[in-house]
Structure formats: structure tokens, C-alpha cells
């Protein structure tokens, strides 16, 4: 079984940073192909971005680009995301999530989910 435990959100003014991190257990990380989501409140859950197995990101939605980055250490078993230039609608539940493909940019693809962790962005 694979456990996927986010962490790292919290409460931002508009501008600023934050780092997500997501600690995965339970099967081999390197075998895993990773995403993040996120759902703002009265809407339906969003592609951010992947990261494939080699550590390659595999797209971004276009609301992010250029302002987040998603990568992972295979070494300690984490992916991260890493927001700058955050804006208030960027306020959501963000999420992360393991593949069994090598990459994949559709929630249905995705096998495992974390609980989520909260990113509020105060203008």
C-alpha cells in the first residue's frame, strides 16, 4: 500500500513563496510517476503539474507556469512543489498523487492520493 502525506501549506500574502512537500511510503518511489492537484473551494479538483520517474517534469497548467516548479528526490522519497509569485487564486487544497505509468496529467491515471494540504493567499 502506498501512503502519500503532504505538508507545507499555510497562509501567504500575494507575492510570496511557499514549498510543498510530499513524503511517499510503502513501495519503491522510483517506480512511481508523480503529480500534484489542487481543488479550490466550488470548483473541481486541477491538474499543476508531473513529475515523471527519471525526475523530468511532464507539463504545467497554464495558470503556473513560470511561477511553480515541481521536482523530486528519490532519495528521500519526496516530491515538492515549490510556489513562487502566488496569487490569491492560487487558494486551494493541494494534492499529490502516485502513478504506477511513467507520467500523467489526468486525476483518473493516478492510483494513490494524499489528504491534501491547505494554501491560502491573502491579497
Known amino acids: 500500500q502506498v501512503q502519500l502525506v503532504e505538508s507545507g501549506g499555510g497562509l501567504v500574502q500575494a507575492g510570496g513563496s511557499l514549498r510543498l512537500s510530499c513524503e511517499v511510503s510503502?513501495?519503491?518511489?522510483?517506480?512511481?510517476?508523480l503529480g500534484w492537484f489542487r481543488q479550490a473551494p466550488g470548483k473541481e479538483r486541477e491538474f499543476v503539474t508531473a513529475?515523471?520517474?527519471?525526475?523530468?517534469?511532464?507539463g504545467y497548467a497554464d495558470s503556473v507556469k513560470g511561477r511553480f516548479t515541481g521536482s523530486r528526490d528519490n532519495a528521500k522519497n519526496t516530491v515538492y512543489l515549490q510556489m513562487n509569485s502566488l496569487k490569491p487564486e492560487d487558494t486551494a487544497i493541494y494534492y499529490c498523487?502516485?502513478?504506477?505509468?511513467?507520467?500523467?496529467?489526468?486525476?483518473?491515471?493516478?492510483?494513490?492520493w494524499g489528504r491534501g494540504t491547505q494554501v491560502t493567499v491573502s491579497s
Open positions: 498523487a502516485a502513478t504506477r505509468l511513467w507520467t500523467a496529467t489526468t486525476m483518473s491515471q493516478y492510483e494513490y
Open positions: 510503502g513501495r519503491t518511489f522510483s517506480s512511481y510517476g
Open positions: 513529475i515523471s520517474r527519471s525526475g523530468s517534469s511532464t
